[in-house]
């Protein structure tokens, strides 16, 4: 795993350039702590790169590297797990090889099939590539999106990196913060779609690559999707499909095993994380260390469950239970572990997991992916019975439900409170959710139904935040399929790179050691969404098909309870010990001094959630986490 960074510029005073990239890539050194380098061609290009090392622990591994004929030059951070394969077509061919890693292969398969080496590549990565001849650069990015990318043009120049901070070297980097991708952020957690919060910088989307060519603009395409699987349907009966599925999984897994440092899983006792383990101690013939987080709430601990699945796979398992002064330290820091605005609070477990094993490990596995490929989140079971609700009632009764809250609604609030000494403010919420209830009535598509259910503050409520705010994600229902294949189709385009991956490769990133998902493998992705929905969705609940190759794995009763996932307490951490950080950066004075939030609602929202409104929890911790960003950024 690595860091990469670089330049192409119109500006030719390298001393500056060569000073910005060092800059930039002393600013991932904590992606790759092992090694770093910089070549620079003398006419405005310049890549960087700092390493992390897991294959190949020699020199003849060190990046920037460059091609034997002085054509290519490459700056990779990633893993190619089938790379021994390739190397051994490239040698029959005739390429010679000086070292044991991957890079060296990939190197030597652009310069075999060129751009479309790409399609041979089992992996995750992000790769800039340079060629001398036809003065191009490419950025491409691995399908899924595990690995992060990206870059800014301003027309003269193209910079790149792996993380944010890195681009902040360059002194060409002039960000304004958009904010309407700060809109995005709080109705969703993340910022998605390519957009990062500042105008004019982007994400490089999974599955893609950009080209420019010296004298023209950069060209983005795909090279890579899953919609093309949608149109396959697997050959064989339930039980033949289930056999094939189960190849695939510990081929997968096996290949994330691939290293030449130690190696270990992320635990958390759930069906995926359960799978990967229970997999790899019977196909795999090492030792397997297991690491969990637990929590001294019972609400939100797993750490009983991940025990009896390590002792039944015989790992050798360490777990730590977080303190909620921890996760208040982690939460203090969180404007530096994320380079934009960024909600999800499992990061804070997720950090602790990754300093855990990498007392240990310099790999860990996690078993992200399964949720978006199998249809496991809670969301898919209540908006289809939501949907099917709606079917079933007649568009006449939901038009008068929904007529008659809009009338009564006025009516009831101004009347009701002074004649029956109701409390304002409870009574405000009441009318709050009968407001959303009316909402649901009218919502009739899988797309109206996840955007309600995946956001936090709603877009109306975002444009008083904001002053103006209009969603800029597509709907559910803009992609193909059954509500169901397009509620996955949702989370595996938005949700699953921009949140979750985000999440494990900065966390696992910040403590140097690498991240691999399993699930994700591609050839999994397109399994996953040719299978017709009785087999991620069936009689054994969600994920069907991945829940009866585990049940002959481990005993069914350790993991057969309903779906926790991995949480913290916020609720009640937000209303003790991180209720002061929560109120002085949500101070009424310092929203106000920042003129970007509307300071009033911040603080009427504070005062609602403190007065016991607890659906305000999530939200306002999203308002935390951006202004701990903008006082690390802003």
């Known amino acids: 795993m690595c860091g990469i960074t670089g330049i192409w510029t119109r500006d030719h005073d390298q001393d500056c350039i060569r000073a910005d990239v060092e800059t930039a890539v002393a600013r991932l050194r904590h992606r790759g702590p092992d090694d770093e380098g910089i070549w620079a061609n003398g006419s405005g290009v310049a890549l960087g790169h700092t390493r992390l090392s897991i294959l190949d622990l020699s020199n003849s591994a060190h990046q ?40 060296e292969v990939v190197l030597r398969a652009f310069e075999e099939w060129g751009s479309d080496a790409v399609e041979q590549f089992i992996g995750m990565f992000a790769i800039a590539l340079w060629d001398n001849h036809e003065q191009k650069l490419e950025l491409i990015r691995d399908r899924i999106g595990v690995k992060p990318l990206h870059f800014g043009w301003d027309g003269k120049t193209l910079c790149f990196a792996s993380e944010l901070k890195s681009l902040r070297a360059y002194r060409h980097w002039a960000p304004e913060m958009d904010l309407q991708a700060l809109g995005e952020f709080l109705q969703y957690g993340y910022i998605g779609g390519g957009r990062t919060i500042y105008k004019g910088i982007q994400k490089l989307k999974p599955g893609h690559r950009l080209t420019l060519v010296k004298g023209q603009q950069p060209v983005i395409e795909s090279y890579w999707t899953v919609l093309n699987a949608l149109d396959r349907r697997p050959s064989g009966n339930d039980r033949e499909i289930e056999a094939e599925l189960e190849e695939l999984l510990i081929s997968s897994f096996r290949y994330r095993m691939v290293s030449d440092v130690p190696v270990g899983l992320f635990l958390s006792g759930g069906v995926d994380s359960s799978l990967m383990t229970a997999i790899l101690a019977r196909h795999y013939d090492q030792d397997i260390h297991t ?27 360490t777990e730590y239970i977080l303190g909620v002064d921890e996760a208040l330290e982690i939460a203090k820091d969180w404007g530096s572990l994320f380079d934009e605005p960024f909600g999800d609070p499992s990061g804070i477990p997720t950090l602790l997991v990754s300093r855990l ?45 929904s007529s008659g809250i809009s009338l009564l609604a006025p009516f009831i609030s101004t009347g009701i409170p002074e004649r029956f000494d109701v409390p304002r403010t409870r009574f405000k919420d009441s009318i709050r959710k009968l407001h959303r209830v009316r909402a649901m009535l009218d919502d009739s598509t899988s797309g109206h139904l996840m955007e309600r259910y995946s956001s936090y503050w709603q877009p109306d409520e975002i444009a008083q935040l904001v002053q103006t705010y209009v969603s800029p994600r597509p709907s559910a229902n803009s992609y193909p399929g059954q509500a169901a294949t397009q509620i996955a189709l949702w989370h595996f385009f938005h949700y699953l790179p921009e949140d979750i991956l985000t999440k494990v490769d900065r966390t696992t990133m910040a403590v140097s050691i690498e991240g691999r998902e399993p699930l994700l493998d591609h050839r999994l992705a397109e399994y996953a969404f040719s299978l017709p929905l009785h087999l991620r969705r069936g009689s054994l609940g969600p994920k069907h098909l991945l829940k009866s190759i585990l049940y002959r794995y481990v005993p069914r009763e350790f993991v057969d309870r309903p779906k926790q996932g991995f949480g913290i307490p916020l609720r009640t951490w937000l209303k003790s010990d991180l209720r002061e950080l929560m109120t002085d950066y949500l101070s009424e004075d310092r ?9 009033p609602l911040v603080t009427q929202s504070i005062r609602r959630f403190i007065a016991g409104d607890d659906t305000l929890s999530t939200p306002l911790w999203y308002l935390l986490a951006f202004e701990m960003w903008r006082d690390k950024w802003g």
């Open 64 to 103: 920037p590297m460059v091609s034997r004929d002085g054509r290519y030059v490459i700056v990779f951070n990633g893993e190619i797990y089938n790379f021994r394969e390739i190397r051994s077509r490239l040698a029959h061919i005739g390429h010679p090889f000086s070292g044991s890693g991957d890079t």
């Open 291 to 317: 690491y969990t987080i637990g929590f001294s709430e019972d609400s939100h601990d797993e750490s009983r469950w991940a025990k009896k699945i390590a002792g039944h796979c015989g790992t050798v398992h």
């Open 357 to 401: 094993a990498a007392n240990e490990v310099k790999v860990v596995l996690s078993a992200d992916g399964g949720d978006e490929l199998f249809s496991g989140y809670n969301v898919y079971t209540h908006i289809l019975s939501r949907l099917t609700l709606l079917e079933r009632t007649p568009d006449w009764l939901r038009w008068a439900l």
């Open 591 to 599: 929203i106000r001094k920042a003129g970007l939030l509307d300071a």
